[in-house]
């Protein structure tokens, strides 16, 4: 089982910018096919997929609604993925959860992941 620990989020202006970071732990991640990403929830909606990487390549994948303001990176050597949002806007205020799992291709479906983080508050307001 692999254990996930958010840290980073809180309150940015709209067109600021804000870092998540992501822990992964508990076993080895040694090799290929293991993915982490992040994932968001707004309040009453549904929770939606912002951001995937592959540990090994590298590989990356993002939600339209974020491509060219979304960064995802992983760091190997510490077992960490972040999440640099750049240009944030007021609807993307949300939980944000980050996720992992082991699999062939890139997944965009909350329920193709089986570890999950505690989730960090994101807050875009003036």
């Known amino acids: 089982q692999v254990q996930l620990e958010e840290s980073g989020g809180g309150l940015a202006q709209p067109g600021g910018s804000l870092r998540l970071s992501c822990a992964a732990s508990?076993?080895?991640?040694?090799?290929?096919?293991?993915?982490m990403g992040w994932f968001r929830q707004a309040p009453g909606k549904e929770r939606e997929f912002v951001a995937v990487t592959e540990r090994s390549s590298g590989y990356s994948d993002y939600a339209d609604s974020v491509k060219g303001r979304f960064t995802i990176s992983r760091d190997n050597a510490k077992n960490t993925v972040n999440l640099q949002m750049n240009s944030l806007k007021p609807e993307e205020t949300a939980v944000y959860y980050c996720?992992?799992?082991w699999g062939y291709g890139l997944a965009y479906i909350d329920s193709a992941f089986g570890s999950w983080g505690q989730g960090n508050q994101v807050t875009v307001s003036s």
């Open positions: 508990g076993r080895s991640f040694s090799g290929s096919r293991f993915y």
């Open positions: 996720a992992a799992r």
